[in-house]
């Protein structure tokens, strides 16, 4: 199950958003530029935008969003569609941001999408299902800001999931109204559904899942941390042959730690490949990995 599930992961696609301060969306494309290279120039438009065109004719973007405060000093970069061989890059870019002047603080997010354009309905609720029975550890294990949590990135809708489990849906419109409490098969941009951990608005919008659960930063690890984390969970949710969503997992300080290594071994981040992914997900928790109550006093 688990190398079947990072095979999975490896062959999904990706894209992220990353929202930064104390840089101009013109220096931030300069810097996205000297990475990936191509031609750079300010598009405009609602969001400001300056975009990077780069030889194989993907485009990243540095736009505004008003949430970061000051037009003139942030900046959220928006990638081009990516996959796994991409993430390499993606770090080189982020360093090259960092070394730029960008600042991650309690006012920025990364948010990150993952392409489910070819997953069936009972495969997308699975997703639901998954992060739903895991919320509360892998909220704690990414360390998501607790304002955030009352706003942006409210936890998953307790309702949604009793409908989701009355429909059992089989198709995208059963799902579509689940999810939203009534038939809304093309969603506006802004649809206030969208302001929760797990937000599926997309599905019907661009065939994405989007995880708006992660902090702003300027590290290159975490940002490929979080990234490896969806499209394993997303991964699972694709292989699994059912998923459930009963007994929420809930958080014990005690065994945090434990409990969420068994989750991100189950999702398949084994050996020395995800070490530095395993790392990154365990240092925020308690406990020891190794032992679900603490390691035996007698040991």
Sequence with gaps: MSNNTMATAK?????????YTNISRERAAKAIHAVVGGAVRYTGGGYDAWTVTAPDGREWRAISDASLGSRATSAEVVT??????DVETLQAVVRELRKAGAKATDATSQHVHIGVADFNARQIANLARIFYKQEELILKAVGTWEHRLNHYTRRTDRAFIERLEAAKPKT?????RAWFGYTNPNPAHYDSAR???LNLNNVWRIGTAEFRIFN????AGEVKTNIILCLAIAALAKTARAASS???RPYTTASAKYDTRVFLLRLGMIGGEFKNTRM???KRLPGSAAWKNGRPEAW
Excluded: M, V
């Excluded at 062959?11 to 929202?19: M, Q, R, V």
């Design 80 to 85: 081009p569609i990516l996959k796994w061989e």
């Design 280 to 282: 990154h997900l365990l």
């Design 172 to 176: 995208r419109e059963t799902l579509n």
């Design 11 to 19: 062959a999904l696609t990706f894209g992220t958003e990353l929202e």
């Design 246 to 248: 009963k007994n929420q």
């Design 216 to 219: 702003g930063t300027t590290h």
């Design 195 to 197: 302001y929760r951990a």
